[in-house]
């Protein structure tokens, strides 16, 4: 049999008990708490033992009243500080789950990333998160609370008469039923709820990414419409709860017990069995016990609801998809800067894919050249160069720099050299000066001045008002594709790394640009290994080997001259651009 890993469960204890100090703070504190709201019945009872008797003496009456009113300060005192303590002990947990859990998903494979739907995964660092926050604070609380309160008060009722506590175990049953009743009803709501919050989430998410479709087939109001059923749905769910706890009948159960405790008292006073005093500490006492039923009732929903999002969290967390680091890292010490693949084939999905993305690629390039791969939409180019970074590894076969298998290297080393200007650009909503200088923080102004020249991105920079501070994206400037590709090879050179890989975004550019971008790309080239992934005939043209790809297979590779004389994929590519014949003479290969 398998040993069992860690559960939820544990895991989420594991974080609980990590804070010690805390839990022991909130732990004595709520006793005191609990200890002072007990036995403040006893002193009033006292009191009016003291007015019954015959020899009453105000100052004993005096002295009582000051040890209630020195009790409830300290309970005031008790109560805020076990409050806070809470309060801070699940700020702190929330607090270390939630990195925990973000940092696991930076590590987390781009297959993973691939699968899961961003919604799903801040639902689960937001939502979640904030369900168990509120089972710690106050639910922790109250379910201790509950218990103590328990615990003090029914020991001194059974103290003062155990025959009138005989009453209150007659009425625990139609408790434990009426708290039963409530969180059987309780949980589908508080089910319901939660679906229906992500569900929501979910919707509006996608209508904010989709606003311009949205736009462009004034579907507006359809959103809208959908959109009011699905929160009234939500409405619905919420009076539902409401309802529900208006029909708790655990308070007519305590109502019925302390009518019949006073009946029953007074009958016990005037037989001269108990004190009128203690009579009345006694009902106080009870009085006492209401707040715990239903503390118990919530407590005990909101851990289920707390411990199932526990869950959630703790479920993606553990799925283990790490592109997998060696064990025994080979030093870098690349030369020359040779890449080769050997055999590689790659289906996506964790190679269960039917269809290959690449099949049986063999592939030699020296270092310092450029390498141009051309093929039609879905033939594989991405998918070739993501290999090389390890953003999957092959199905089958290897990828060696200088004869050393890329898996054999450090993950850190091996993307350090690669530099990466992505088919779709992502820059983040800061400053163009911090995009630029992202892989290399510590960049002086004249680099990044200089990495901009190169990547022909520094005029445009400048005629923003505020040059390289201007904010980029959400309430900052929106860049066109054509600069956003020029801050990212300005960002790529910064680094100015021994590999460089060119996804260029084939996106219709006016000629200006296109020149611009060209330059930008011939910058780039100059002395190292470069992949380019490009429709520009000019780069192709001087690149030192083509490789050509259709459906997944290598299906060609040489210099553009050899190619347009044999390759027809090669050939047709041409034609589309330039005034190349037809291909009438050249047979299909
Ligand atoms: N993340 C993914 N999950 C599953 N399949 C994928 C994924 N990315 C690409 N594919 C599939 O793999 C094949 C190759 O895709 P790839 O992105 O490498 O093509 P490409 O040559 O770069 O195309 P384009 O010129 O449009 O950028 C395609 O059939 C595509 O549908
Ligand atoms: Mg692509």
Redesign the pocket.
Known sequence: MLVKKMGYKRWFLKHLLKEKLLSTILLVFLLVFIGTVSITPLFIGNIFNELASESSSFKVIMSIALFIAGAGVIRAVADFTQSYANEVLAHKITKNVTEEFYENMLEKSQEFH?RIRIGDIMARATYDTRQMNIFISPGIKFLFEAFFTLLFSVSLMVWISPKLTLLLVAALPFYIIAMYEYNKKLRPISKAQMEQNSLLNARLQESVTGIRVIRAFVKEEKEINEFDDETDKLRDINTRRGILSARYYGVVVTVLLISSSFLWGSYEVINGDLSLGYLITYVFLMMTLMMPTWQIGWGITQFQIGMAAAKRIFEMKEREEYVPESSSPIEWQSKQGTISFMNVSFS??GGS?R?K?LSNINLEVPGGSTVAII??????????IKLLMRLYDPTQGSIYIDGVNIKDMRLSDLRDHIGVIE?EVFLFSKSIRDNIAYGKPNATKEEIEEASELAQAHEFIMSFEKGYDTIIGERGVTLSGGQKQRIAIARALLVDPSFLIL?DA?SAIDAETERKIQTAIANVLKNRTTFI?THRLATIKHADLIIV?RN?LLKDSGFHDELILRNIDYRRLFERFSELPPMTTIEEN
């Not at 093929?375 to 070739?384: A, E, R, V």
Request: glycine share 18%; no cysteine.
């Open positions: 691939d996506y999905n894919s269809k993305a093929g039609n939409p879905g033939s594989g180019k991405s998918t070739l088919q996804d084939s992934i790809l997944g």
